[in-house]
């Protein structure tokens, strides 16, 4: 053997026999209960709370050296919480001492087991976890030596006379987290938690990975997490970057759609403490079949935080979503509808608030702008002024049958259907008021322009405050309530119609023209029950109408009464009319039943003036009224019509009176 190799070998054993020696040493002279209270306070420092190990402090040697702590806790501020905020079964760390010889601190990789932690929210918002997170967004800047701030009282001062500091690697392992909300009154838990990271460097990116179990204390929904990230910390600046975030959950339980789903994460973002700035970009959200993308940047200002950005849901069909969540669509008359949709908007907040602003969304042909706010977000109230350029309502409809009845949802859902009733519980808590103008209006076989409404709600109740639009080349005025409680829905309406043109309107209404002119109307009903049956037969307030330069078709009433009087027919039209010159009218419902309580109209040849009487049975659609009619000459007797049947098609009985009203003849009597 060369003498040269003899030599290294020599040198190597030595070196090796004076490492073993100052281990052994380092075994039998180290004392690390001497360092408990040092450990404790640095570790105070670093996080703000008091932290105390209970158990017994560890050198081990082998395989690697390490220093394992036992039974570490981290006290709760306040009354917030119960218990301690967090207690860790286990730390073991493997320290670099040779690193401490360039002025930096390194260990190896940093081991946490059975970590249990306990946040807590009160009923006044405040939480025990706020001062941590600014223990850590301005102590770890101070312990590698960069502008110290002041000592938080109850925990000992310290600093570490060092410029950098590096981690091999971080591991959690068995971690449960549990939050109490006392605000909305919920508990979540996150279970089986592992977190594990690369080398940690400051100034340069790391890998983190955090997996578990997470799910609300009150539900038997759960999901399964895995987040996966690169973190870059720039500790002395205070300035801490991520990218390539990633985040898919696996959701399951009986209440989730089709009892499982699945939903992705993906972000970037950074946060500088020290400017109090902080902005999340390129963020996108996908779940069966949605994309919901957006940015947002922030910056916290004595105390009080404001951000802004942009929300961005690409478009979809929402038929398609549903069904790709297992939602059973809603039964609506148009089959097409719901076939395409989208949202974009720009926003800017605060704690209080979020305002959404030049909002662009659309839901098949409507197009929709504005804006809208959301305060108090404990008990959201919703504010908004909104404009939309047309709006079929009628076509999200339920469909009708052969006899025009709506076909409930019960008739088509099963047990575990999924249909638009579970949107109810949601608006039974709602609290919004705004105004919305619709360009073109459909609903409720309507056909409106211009419309401008004043809506507002509160738990259990709906309000039209104000509509008027243009309506059959006249206009509308109206206001609306609905009012829900546990025994039933009670419903008012208040409505005048203004120089309507009383043909184009029953067209829409009820499909038939018969009946031309221009009216004017004012009603004010109140009606209760939960099916359009009971609304019929519980009807209930009055109605005033008053039509000019009328005519109604199909029935020609001079004729019929030549005819009754035996004159023969003088140059009668294949299509029979009346004329109406003036007529006006006031209805009570009670009940579902109306009944006049005034009857006035003429035209050329007759008139009648509060001489008519009878009922109409709205549920039943059966009419059965009769008034008198009195020929302008005198000569003429009066005739008496009775008027049976439904309201659209009704048939007329004609009588002369032959006798004074108080002695009418039979015929006259007949049915009345």
Same mark, same amino acid.
């Not at 969304?361 to 108090?376: K, P, Y």
């Not at 939309?388 to 006899?403: I, M, Q, S, T």
């Given at each position: 053997?060369?003498?040269?190799?003899?030599?290294?070998?020599?040198?190597?054993?030595?070196?090796?026999?004076?490492?073993?020696?100052?281990?052994?040493?380092?075994?039998?002279?180290?004392?690390?209960?001497?360092?408990? &209270?040092?450990?404790?306070?640095?570790?105070?420092?670093?996080?703000?709370?008091?932290?105390?190990i209970q158990g017994p402090i560890?050198?081990?040697?082998?395989?690697?050296?390490?220093?394992?702590?036992?039974?570490?806790?981290?006290?709760?501020?306040?009354?917030?919480?119960?218990?301690p905020l967090a207690r860790i079964?286990?730390?073991?760390?493997?320290?670099?001492?040779?690193?401490?010889?360039?002025?930096?601190?390194?260990?190896?990789?940093?081991?946490?087991?059975?970590?249990?932690?306990?946040?807590?929210?009160?009923?006044?918002?405040?939480?025990?976890?706020?001062?941590?997170?600014?223990?850590?967004?301005?102590?770890?800047?101070?312990?590698?030596?960069?502008?110290?701030?002041?000592v938080r009282p109850g925990v000992?001062?310290?600093?570490?006379?060092?410029?950098?500091?590096?981690?091999?690697?971080?591991?959690?392992?068995?971690?449960?987290?549990?939050?109490?909300?006392?605000?909305?009154?919920?508990?979540?838990?996150?279970?089986?938690?592992?977190?594990?990271?690369?080398?940690?460097?400051?100034?340069?990116?790391?890998?983190?990975?955090?997996?578990?179990?997470?799910?609300?204390?009150?539900?038997?929904?759960?999901?399964?997490?895995?987040?996966?990230?690169?973190?870059?910390?720039?500790?002395?600046?205070?300035?801490?970057?991520?990218?390539?975030?990633?985040?898919?959950?696996?959701?399951?339980?009986?209440?989730?759609?089709?009892?499982?789903?699945?939903?992705?994460?993906?972000?970037?973002?950074?946060?500088?403490?020290?400017?109090?700035?902080?902005?999340?970009?390129?963020?996108?959200?996908?779940?069966?079949?949605?994309?919901?993308?957006?940015?947002?940047?922030?910056?916290?200002?004595?105390?009080?935080?404001?951000?802004?950005?942009?929300?961005?849901?690409?478009?979809?069909?929402?038929?398609?979503?549903?069904?790709?969540?297992?939602?059973?669509?809603?039964?609506?008359?148009?089959?097409?509808?719901?076939?395409?949709?989208?949202?974009?908007?720009?926003?800017?907040?605060?704690?209080?608030?979020?305002?959404?602003?030049?909002?662009?969304?659309?839901?098949?042909?409507?197009?929709?702008?504005?804006?809208?706010?959301?305060?108090?977000?404990?008990?959201?109230?919703?504010?908004?002024?909104?404009?939309?350029?047309?709006?079929?309502?009628?076509?999200?409809?339920?469909?009708?049958?052969?006899?025009?009845?709506?076909?409930?949802?019960?008739?088509?859902?099963?047990?575990?259907?999924?249909?638009?009733?579970?949107?109810?519980?949601?608006?039974?808590?709602?609290?919004?008021?705004?105004?919305?103008?619709?360009?073109?209006?459909?609903?409720?076989?309507?056909?409106?322009?211009?419309?401008?409404?004043?809506?507002?709600?509160?738990?259990?109740?709906?309000?039209?405050?104000?509509?008027?639009?243009?309506?059959?080349?006249?206009?509308?005025?109206?206001?609306?309530?609905?009012?829900?409680?546990?025994?039933?829905?009670?419903? &008012?309406?208040?409505?005048?119609?203004?120089?309507?043109?009383?043909?184009?309107?029953?067209?829409?209404?009820?499909?038939?023209?018969?009946?031309?002119?221009?009216?004017?109307?004012?009603?004010?009903?109140?009606?209760?029950?939960?099916?359009?049956?009971?609304?019929?037969?519980?009807?209930?307030?009055?109605?005033?109408?008053?039509?000019?330069?009328?005519?109604?078709?199909?029935?020609?009433?001079?004729?019929?009464?030549?005819?009754?009087?035996?004159?023969?027919?003088?140059?009668?039209? &294949?299509?029979?009319?009346?004329?109406?010159?003036?007529?006006?009218?006031?209805?009570?419902?009670?009940?579902?039943?109306?009944?006049?309580?005034?009857?006035?109209?003429?035209?050329?040849?007759?008139?009648?003036?509060?001489?008519?009487?009878?009922?109409?049975?709205?549920?039943?659609?059966?009419?059965?009224?009769?008034?008198?009619?009195?020929?302008?000459?005198?000569?003429?007797?009066?005739?008496?019509?009775?008027?049976?049947?439904?309201?659209?098609?009704?048939?007329?009985?004609?009588?002369?009176?032959?006798?004074?009203?108080?002695?009418?003849?039979?015929?006259?009597?007949?049915?009345?």
């Amino acid at each position: 053997m060369k003498r040269w190799h003899r030599w290294a070998l020599g040198v190597g054993a030595v070196v090796g026999l004076a490492v073993a020696a100052m281990l052994a040493w380092v075994y039998v002279s180290f004392e690390p209960g001497a360092y408990r &209270s040092r450990i404790e306070a640095l570790a105070s420092e670093a996080v703000g709370r008091q932290v105390r190990i209970q158990g017994p402090i560890e050198l081990n040697l082998l395989p690697f050296p390490a220093v394992v702590l036992k039974t570490i806790e981290i006290e709760n501020p306040g009354d917030i919480g119960d218990g301690p905020l967090a207690r860790i079964k286990r730390v073991a760390v493997s320290p670099r001492p040779l690193s401490l010889m360039a002025g930096r601190l390194a260990v190896g990789t940093v081991t946490i087991s059975g970590l249990q932690m306990m946040l807590a929210r009160n009923r006044d918002g405040q939480n025990n976890w706020q001062g941590i997170i600014d223990a850590l967004a301005a102590g770890p800047g101070q312990a590698l030596g960069a502008p110290s701030a002041a000592v938080r009282p109850g925990v000992a001062a310290s600093k570490l006379p060092l410029s950098s500091m590096s981690v091999s690697a971080l591991e959690i392992n068995d971690a449960r987290i549990r939050y109490v909300d006392g605000v909305r009154g919920q508990t979540w838990q996150w279970r089986g938690g592992h977190l594990q990271t690369g080398r940690m460097t400051d100034g340069s990116p790391f890998r983190l990975e955090i997996t578990g179990r997470l799910r609300r204390a009150d539900s038997a929904v759960r999901a399964e997490m895995y987040l996966m990230t690169r973190i870059e910390p720039h500790l002395a600046d205070r300035f801490y970057r991520f990218s390539r975030l990633n985040l898919n959950l696996l959701i399951d339980g009986s209440s989730v759609p089709g009892g499982m789903q699945e939903a992705s994460i993906s972000a970037s973002g950074e946060a500088d403490f020290a400017a109090g700035r902080y902005s999340l970009s390129d963020f996108l959200l996908q779940s069966g079949g949605l994309a919901v993308a957006g940015k947002i940047d922030g910056k916290d200002m004595a105390g009080h935080t404001h951000y802004n950005g942009r929300l961005t849901i690409k478009p979809f069909s929402p038929r398609s979503v549903l069904q790709q969540l297992r939602i059973r669509p809603p039964l609506i008359r148009d089959s097409a509808a719901l076939g395409h949709a989208g949202f974009d908007a720009q926003f800017e907040g605060n704690e209080q608030r979020v305002r959404f602003k030049q909002i662009a969304a659309q839901l098949d042909e409507s197009h929709l702008t504005g804006t809208a706010s959301i305060a108090q977000f404990g008990d959201p109230l919703v504010r908004f002024d909104l404009a939309l350029d047309r709006l079929d309502a009628d076509r999200y409809l339920p469909p009708v049958d052969e006899n025009g009845a709506a076909v409930s949802v019960e008739d088509t859902a099963s047990d575990d259907d999924h249909g638009l009733d579970q949107l109810w519980p949601a608006l039974d808590r709602s609290r919004f008021q705004g105004t919305l103008r619709v360009g073109y209006l459909d609903a409720a076989g309507l056909r409106l322009a211009d419309a401008e409404a004043r809506l507002s709600a509160r738990p259990n109740e709906a309000r039209i405050e104000r509509l008027t639009a243009a309506a059959y080349n006249g206009r509308l005025a109206a206001s609306a309530r609905i009012k829900r409680s546990e025994q039933t829905t009670t419903y &008012s309406l208040n409505t005048q119609w203004r120089h309507i043109a009383v043909g184009a309107l029953l067209s829409d209404l009820v499909g038939v023209q018969r009946l031309t002119g221009l009216a004017d109307i004012d009603a004010q009903v109140t009606t209760r029950g939960r099916t359009d049956a009971q609304r019929l037969e519980a009807l209930d307030g009055t109605l005033s109408a008053s039509l000019t330069d009328g005519r109604l078709a199909g029935y020609d009433l001079d004729g019929a009464i030549r005819g009754l009087r035996g004159a023969e027919a003088s140059g009668q039209s &294949s299509a029979p009319v009346t004329p109406i010159k003036a007529l006006a009218a006031t209805v009570l419902f009670e009940q579902g039943i109306a009944r006049t309580t005034r009857m006035a109209w003429q035209n050329t040849r007759f008139h009648g003036e509060g001489e008519g009487e009878g009922r109409y049975a709205l549920a039943d659609d059966r009419l059965d009224y009769r008034f008198r009619i009195t020929p302008r000459e005198s000569a003429r007797p009066p005739v008496l019509m009775r008027l049976t049947g439904p309201l659209g098609t009704p048939t007329p009985e004609l009588s002369v009176i032959t006798t004074d009203a108080s002695t009418q003849s039979p015929a006259a009597d007949a049915g009345s």
